[in-house]
């Protein structure tokens, strides 16, 4: 039976039962959550390769979007690190319009994900594969702040990893003494902060006492307001992009990247938001409420956006317990940017550098991806290959490879798992202890084979290698299958060519206790009429006796026919 709550916004659920303690509490965990997103979005946004202003717009239209609509009672949703590098890709290959198509396109995915029930499979993605592309995506960040860390006069920072370090090296002459200072001083106000207060964000006091100090010291450093001018004090208009058939095909990549970035980060985030309440989320539902905030984003002028962990586990740590506290911060940013969103132009570039500085190095997870070095090799291989190709060619193609290269590994394992024995003499007891004990009398010219593990098609091949290699041609072929819990097509294919193969020698197939899967695979394939239902045993005596018989006519077969021959 469906489950009829798959697509009920948590925000329904928690107003049943709803308080007045619970929303003085909500509320003040939403205007603390809008303030550190205030300075994460705009960072985001200008390392995304465009305007500030459209980080504030993400953060205040996807904001409130994921938190109404949204299958979890605390996320919070926004601009993140994770999209910067893939978000800056797009803007330098296809320009902020195709950025916009392809934000809408990705949002039509994610909802169709949500609606396909996709929400706990995607979640099933190999940890090694999110961790590689994580710790990837975090040193991309660090080196793209490079430029405004050290106030270097250059031109735009360059999309490709290695050609980044020849710009700086050709640059390296005019380091601007105040911006490095400036950075360095974000930096250590963001790590120290917590020891003096854990209320008040960190960035916070970073971005106001490093942009006064600049504008009282008369610092010569790059602001928001020198490179971008003074942002809008306003919500734009919705604005629908016109979208052309060509448009539409050259960003689909783009579009799956965003797709799957961003359910993968919101659901990630909506789990580790679940440990922290005791709470369980809507996967599906959560999925929906991405889609519908990455379609509402663009059109508003922002950028993709999905769960963002950092200001949920905030939103959890100031009492924040349903939607309403999502819901606020995004008020919350609306408001700042309303009436104070002019004196962000005061904001050194400097400043935001070392803000993502510390994002990055948050992100890195450098002692997770230490630990996982020493996992099994299969593991380390997806880890150091998502990694490499995220900094070195393309988030898209780490993607693509890593899970590509993840399935086969599976593939390689569950085979491994897996396997043919020859048991004909003796067999392993019920309870798969490892004492032997003896088979009921195995008559001559039968052979017993049991199969072990998974019959998916990594095992196939080894299936039929096994068996090719039975010696002579027995007159009866007995497969054991008590401990082959699932079959897929290609096992199914491997045991009709054994079948066939086997008929041709003049031997007899005989298939005993398969489990329920199997046999309901069996059931519904051509298999079974090759098989015969008669020769499918219930037991392996039954499959003795049975095999009994068989031996027993063709022995009375043969003296039948050498007596009419002598006759």
């Not at 308080?19 to 390392?47: K, T």
């Not at 250059?154 to 911006?179: L, S």
């Not at 400043?351 to 099994?376: C, D, H, K, N």
């Not at 072929?477 to 199914?492: F, H």
Request: charged content about 15%; hydrophobic content about 50%.
């Amino acid at each position: 039976m469906p489950d009829t709550s798959a697509f009920v916004p948590k925000l329904v659920t928690t107003l049943r039962h709803y308080s007045r303690e619970q929303f003085v509490r909500d509320v003040i965990a939403g205007v603390i959550v809008g303030v550190v997103a205030l300075p994460l979005s705009i960072a985001f946004a200008i390392a995304s390769g465009v305007t500030p202003d459209r980080g504030l717009y993400t953060a205040i239209v996807a904001g409130f979007v994921v938190s109404a609509l949204g299958g979890s009672r605390v996320q919070i949703g926004g601009p993140t690190g994770a999209f910067v590098v893939i978000v800056y890709g797009i803007v330098q290959q296809y320009g902020v319009g195709g950025l916009t198509i392809a934000t809408l396109m990705a949002g039509v995915l994610l909802i169709g994900f949500g609606l396909a029930r996709l929400g706990t499979t995607i979640r099933f993605i190999p940890h090694p594969l999110i961790t590689g592309f994580t710790a990837g995506i975090a040193v991309i960040i660090a080196t793209g702040e490079v430029k405004d860390a050290l106030g270097l006069q250059m031109g735009a920072v360059p999309a490709e990893f290695i050609e980044r370090f020849k710009v700086f090296a050709q640059h390296a002459h005019t380091v601007n003494g105040a911006a490095t200072a400036v950075c360095v001083a974000s930096v250590i106000i963001i790590a120290l902060w917590p020891r003096v207060s854990r209320r008040v964000p960190g960035p916070l006091i970073a971005l106001i006492a490093t942009t006064v100090a600049a504008r009282i010291l008369h610092w010569d450093v790059e602001t928001i307001g020198s490179r971008f001018g003074t942002l809008a004090a306003q919500l734009p208009h919705p604005v629908m992009p016109h979208l052309a058939l060509a448009d539409v095909s050259r960003l689909v990549r783009p579009a799956f990247t965003i797709a799957l970035l961003g359910s993968i980060e919101s659901l990630l985030s909506a789990v580790v938001s679940d440990g922290m309440i005791g709470g369980r989320h809507r996967s599906n539902m959560e999925l929906v409420a991405q889609g519908v905030a990455n379609i509402a984003s663009p059109l508003f002028g922002g950028i993709p956006a999905t769960g963002a962990i950092a200001r949920t586990a905030t939103n959890i740590k100031n009492g924040g317990r349903t939607p309403v506290a999502g819901m606020m911060h995004a008020v919350t940013v609306l408001l700042i940017t309303l009436f104070f969103g002019r004196w962000a132009a005061l904001i050194p570039m400097a400043t935001l550098a070392g803000i993502l500085l510390v994002v990055a190095y948050q992100m890195s997870e450098w002692r997770v991806f230490r630990a996982e070095l020493s996992s099994p090799r299969s593991d380390v291989i997806v880890l150091v290959s998502t990694f490499v190709l995220t900094v070195l060619v393309d988030l898209t193609v780490a993607i693509e490879v890593g899970m590509v290269l993840a399935a086969f590994l599976f593939m390689h394992r569950m085979a491994s798992l897996a396997n043919v024995s020859h048991v004909t003499s003796e067999v392993l007891d019920d309870d798969g202890g490892d004492d032997l004990v003896s088979t009921p009398p195995v008559p001559p010219g039968v052979e017993v084979y049991e199969i072990n593990g998974p019959f998916f098609f990594g095992a196939a091949e080894t299936f039929k290698d096994t068996l090719a290699r039975v010696a002579g041609k027995p007159r009866v072929l007995i497969l054991r299958m008590r401990r082959v819990p699932a079959i897929d097509a290609t096992g199914l294919h491997a045991l009709t060519d054994v079948v066939h193969r086997s008929r041709r020698d003049g031997t007899l197939v005989l298939v005993s206790e398969v489990q329920p899967q199997p046999l309901q695979a069996l059931n519904r394939s051509i298999l079974i009429n090759e098989i015969g239902e008669e020769n499918l045993c219930p037991t392996l005596e039954a499959a003795l006796a049975r095999a009994r018989e068989e031996v027993e006519l063709r022995r009375l077969f043969d003296s039948s026919g050498k007596r009419g021959a002598v006759a």
